[in-house]
């Protein structure tokens, strides 16, 4: 009997040993499928219908809202990314405010950039309307641009098409490097 117990333990020490090797075997990189973890691929937070507001000297000037958001910042190049869409208003000094909303978002810590891309849809303090695939808002410069191109629809209704703008965020100083469009003016 004392044989047959001393063979039951040797087996067991030798099923546990195979045991604790394929598990470290199975999580490493070089195992399986090569499905270790990376954990600069998961977001160390996320966070449902948020916003964010901003503010200067004691001043709003923007608040960012989003329904899902998710937050890279642990990693080397940190960023915060917005996947279901995120909306963007920008108030000026007077207290008018523009709106710009998009499908896809990501705010780069490090550059203070945020780049929306997806059907950006620009509606401004006064009433101008713009469309375009992809804007950056670079939060330090207070500045938006695309390189794209875009459409505007005017408060009276003229139309413009264009590649690539510069705007500051109050929406005031509107440079377009190229564009066409029919003007309505008054005689």
Known sequence: MAIKARYI???KNIVATMLVTMFFYCCSSKGGNGSAINFS??????????VVKYTDSGRLVAVLKAPIFKDFTHIDF???EFPKGVELVVFDQKGGKSTVQA???IQYEKTSLVDLSGNVRIVTADSILI????????QKLHWLYTDNDYKAVLKNGAKNKGAGFDVN??????????NVGTQILNE
Do not use: H
């Not at 469309?131 to 670079?138: G, I, K, S, T």
């Open 131 to 138: 469309n375009a695939p992809q804007l950056y808002w670079d």
């Open 78 to 80: 940190p960023y915060r």
């Open 41 to 50: 691929e998961v977001a160390q937070g996320v966070g449902k219908e948020v």
């Open 9 to 11: 333990v040797i087996f």
């Open 169 to 178: 965020e109050d929406f005031t100083n509107f440079k377009s490097r190229t």
């Open 103 to 105: 499908d896809f978002g």
